[in-house]
């Protein structure tokens, strides 16, 4: 059942413990966006991608939890899954870092979510192995690395203290989420055969399809550095984000050299035919 995404907060020993853990959000410049300066239109489309980032990231709370203990059923090295367990509070600091920004303009937006979506369905019949193998792919080879690479291109634009501040802390937590991957599959590589590769290849464009709207859509239209919407290129940037014109030929960038080649140096080869549709 879809309900509206929406976060709660215990306190006390929990916060406590937390902070200790991440003390990174005391030292951005909170407090620092005026909303007056931008169009109110332009202030709620803010609002709305700020809290679909809060419910990316809370999502890849539940992605990270699965990861951790697909490895360790898999018997991983079991430094390798403390470093993916490490990753569980950089999501979280993530989710909270995203969801303080929409409360700076003014708060999150209503977005209905389905949390039971959160955990796809998976095949039956999978071995530890496989279902590790699946899961380490899907959300570090594709979807950190999509959303690594996207970051970084808002992060250079991002043209206000806060909304910087808060892409260099998650760009720096997401380099190892991204790292994971390489490291596992170097640890896995030689209990993987042909028929594996073949199948985790299809993994991977399943992977791919699924977010493959996040770069097929008719960007806004910039005369004079102004958008459709009568945005101003510059508070667009400072706000947190790359305009959609440029995003798009960006995304599929992304998918081709941090994605689909690092697959390839795996020996997880996406067929010809899938790349191009891909990335059509």
């Not at 792919?137 to 999509?146: H, I, N, Q």
């Not at 989420?177 to 199948?199: K, P, T, V």
């Not at 977010?211 to 097929?216: A, K, P, Q």
Request: with cysteine.
């Amino acid at each position: 059942m879809s309900e509206p995404f929406e976060l709660e907060w215990l306190g006390g020993p929990a916060e406590r413990h937390f902070r200790r853990a991440r003390p990174e959000t005391h030292d951005l410049p909170w407090g620092t966006i005026d909303v007056s300066e931008y169009p109110p239109s332009l202030v709620d489309a803010a609002r709305r991608t700020w809290t679909q980032v809060a419910i990316n990231e809370y999502r890849a709370v539940v992605a990270f939890s699965q990861v951790v203990g697909a490895m360790a059923l898999a018997r991983a090295p079991l430094d390798l899954v403390g470093m993916a367990s490490d990753f569980l509070a950089d999501e979280c600091l993530h989710v909270e870092l995203a969801s303080r920004v929409t409360s700076e303009l003014g708060g999150g937006a209503t977005i209905l979510v389905d949390m039971r979506k959160f955990v796809p369905e998976r095949r039956t019949g999978l071995s530890p192995l496989q279902l590790a193998n699946e899961l380490v792919l899907e959300v570090s080879c594709v979807a950190e690395a999509f959303s690594g690479g996207t970051a970084l291109a808002n992060q250079r634009v991002a043209a206000h203290p806060l909304t910087r501040a808060v892409f260099d802390t998650i760009l720096r937590d997401e380099a190892r989420h991204r790292r994971l991957g390489a490291l596992y599959f170097d640890w896995a590589r030689e209990s993987i055969d042909d028929a594996e590769r073949a199948r985790l290849a299809d993994v991977a464009v399943r992977a791919l399809d699924s977010i493959s709207v996040l770069w097929r859509f008719r960007p806004s239209v910039v005369v004079d550095g102004v958008t459709e919407q009568g945005w101003r290129i510059e508070d667009i940037h400072a706000l947190g984000w790359l305009e959609s014109s440029k995003m798009a030929p960006l995304a599929r960038e992304v998918v081709r050299t941090e994605i689909l080649e690092p697959l390839d140096r795996l020996g997880i080869v996406v067929p010809a035919a899938d790349r191009q549709r891909l990335l059509a």
